[in-house]
Nanobody
Framework: QVHLAESGGGLVQAGGSLKLSCAASGSILSIRAMGWYRQAPGKQRDLVAVISSGGSTNCADSVKGRFTISRDNAKNTVYLQMNSLKPEDTAVYYC??????????WGQGTQVTVSS
């Protein structure tokens, strides 16, 4: 079993910054990929950014140039640095981890609210 502990969400004014963290613990031998998704009220859950075990990244066009994903393999932790936040970034942000077997684990979500 794998447990994901997310932190770093909160309320921030437009133009501000937040850094999310997601630490994976439990029966982990290795992690294939880690990423962040977000879901706004009444909308589907969408990809924000993902990073592979080798460090390759991919992110949504809406956050390019503002958000940066990184990971610490030794700590099984993924980070999302969010700068120049906009009200439309308001959502619940979920951490996602994929292990080598292909099984997917989700965090419980952390609320990010950006006020105008």
């Amino acid at each position: 079993q794998v447990h994901l502990a997310e932190s770093g969400g909160g309320l921030v004014q437009a133009g501000g910054s937040l850094k999310l963290s997601c630490a994976a613990s439990g029966s982990i031998l290795s992690i294939r990929a880690m990423g962040w998704y977000r879901q706004a009220p009444g909308k589907q859950r969408d990809l924000v950014a993902v990073i592979s075990s080798g460090g390759s990244t991919n992110c949504a066009d809406s956050v390019k140039g503002r958000f940066t994903i990184s990971r610490d393999n030794a700590k099984n932790t993924v980070y999302l640095q969010m700068n120049s936040l906009k009200p439309e970034d308001t959502a619940v942000y979920y951490c996602k981890v994929i292990v080598p077997t292909g099984y997917v684990y989700w965090g419980q979500g952390t609320q990010v609210t950006v006020s105008s």
